[in-house]
């Protein structure tokens, strides 16, 4: 087989068959064929796309080029969630425990941030002493013992995938559905779990820009857990205002324990809510979404969800005194607060920027090997549909030294104020299954 007459098919827009597709990943993650092909056939996968065989196919091989997790030693179903990322999205801080706390068993290996988006990692590690590095054994351990664990992935899970989205960076080949479809779920599928629920976001803040393209993104990925018999469900959800009022990772570790005490943001308990009673559903405690979401409610009020989130710590050897009293976490240096320049509702609010700002002001990296300041961010006092009058705070700016007035500027310019009554965006537009 020779790479170049592949590269030929797919630029016909021929379908690959599973041995091709082999030859290609086995080949390019032993290096065998070199980037400038692997490039070429990028390019014409974003041209033609990839049937739903193909793009099963290539996720299959993806997952098998590294190691996949064997989760059988634990006990029950094991229920894994994904979200394609976002501004302010501590999602999973509290959606674990919570499903965890109504007897889920949940084994989640996460990322860290790059760019505009966050990762849950590094709002982890914003808690004192904790570790996201488990070994396999630990891991299986803590999640039989405290019934959930959030880890680092290990370096050797799809290394398909790290060469392949180091490339597609760097030849403009990421925003391409069936490639993204097929990096994501081959994490996934790997990481063991029986169960997958992935939450899609839209708008500005996100991959995706719009909603049809979200629900393209998730029926290609429920259709390859499908293929690959793993229960896969969507929620598809509105990322054109930034999740919750924190941005940045102390301030989300500190609005996801606000959370499970009852008194967090309301979008962030619908979304966490919501995004719960499909896992309950896929692990089977309940039979209707209805039931697992009262049950959910119920570990918010009784306290439960937030015990369990200090056994996870606990178990992770994080000091658990930060999450009892969350005062005790170090704040940035420098806290000023943003005045609204007029009165009115706020029409839209620029996910995205607010990320960068975030990620200026040292809370993100660039690149992945940066050391990032935990402490700093944003909280938005305003978000869309909010009336603000003139002078009023739109949002604080927690910083590690004065912030430059481009900074100040691009905060203003991320929202828009009008006069005419604006309501308030729908967070979860579909679950899909
Ligand atoms: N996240 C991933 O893991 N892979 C992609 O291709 C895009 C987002």
Not at 240 to 248: T, V
Not at 255 to 274: M, N, R, S, V, Y
Not at 413 to 428: A, F, T, W
């Amino acid at each position: 087989m020779r790479m170049v007459d592949l590269i030929e098919l797919k630029k016909n827009n021929k379908e690959l068959d599973e041995k091709q597709i082999h030859f290609i990943i086995d080949g390019y993650v032993h290096e065998r064929i070199p980037d400038y092909q692997i490039s070429a056939l990028l390019m014409a996968i974003c041209f033609n796309g990839l049937t739903s065989k193909e793009t099963a196919l290539l996720t299959k091989e993806m997952e098998e080029s590294g190691d996949i997790i064997d989760l059988s030693p634990i006990s029950g179903i094991k229920v894994d969630k994904h979200s394609t990322g976002g501004v302010g999205d501590k999602t999973s801080l509290v959606l674990g425990p919570i499903v965890a706390a109504c007897g889920a068993k949940v084994a989640k290996m996460s990322g860290r941030g790059l760019g505009h988006t966050g990762g849950t990692l590094d709002k982890l590690e914003s808690i004192p002493g904790l570790s996201i590095n488990k070994t396999k054994t630990e891991f299986i351990q803590q999640v039989n013992d405290v019934g959930l664990a959030i880890i680092g992935q290990s370096a050797s899970l799809v290394p398909a995938d790290k060469k392949l989205y180091a490339l597609r960076d760097v030849t403009a080949t990421v925003s391409c559905i069936p490639l993204i479809a097929s990096s994501i779920m081959s994490k996934k599928l790997a990481s063991g779990a029986d169960t997958i629920l992935l939450d899609v976001k839209y708008g500005k803040g996100a991959f995706m820009q719009t909603k049809e393209d979200a629900i393209k993104l998730a029926q290609t990925m429920i259709d390859i857990g499908k293929q690959c018999h793993k229960d896969t469900r969507a929620t598809i959800s509105n990322m054109n205002q930034p999740l919750g009022k924190a941005i940045g990772n102390t301030l989300e570790v500190i609005e996801a324990i606000e959370t499970l005490q009852g008194h967090g943001p309301d979008d962030l308990e619908q979304l966490c809510l919501q995004a719960g009673s499909t896992m309950l559903v896929q692990a089977h405690l309940y039979e209707h979404e209805k039931e697992a979401y009262d049950a959910l409610k119920e570990v918010i009020k009784n306290g439960k969800g937030l015990i369990k989130f200090k056994e996870m710590v606990k178990a992770q050897g994080g000091d658990v005194s930060y999450i009892e009293n969350p005062d005790k976490f170090e704040r940035a240096r420098v806290i000023i607060e943003l005045p609204s320049l007029k009165t009115g509702y706020v029409k839209s609010l620029e996910a995205r920027t607010l990320g960068i700002v975030t990620m200026k002001l040292g809370g993100g990296r660039m690149t992945k090997d940066e050391d990032i300041d935990h402490r700093v961010g944003l909280i938005l006092h305003k978000k869309i549909g909010d009336y603000v009058i003139e002078g009023e705070s739109l949002l604080q700016v927690h910083a590690s030294k004065s912030v430059s007035q481009e900074l100040i500027d691009e905060l203003y310019q991320s929202y828009e104020i009008v006069e005419e009554l604006i309501e308030k965006p729908v967070l979860i537009e579909e679950i899909l299954k």
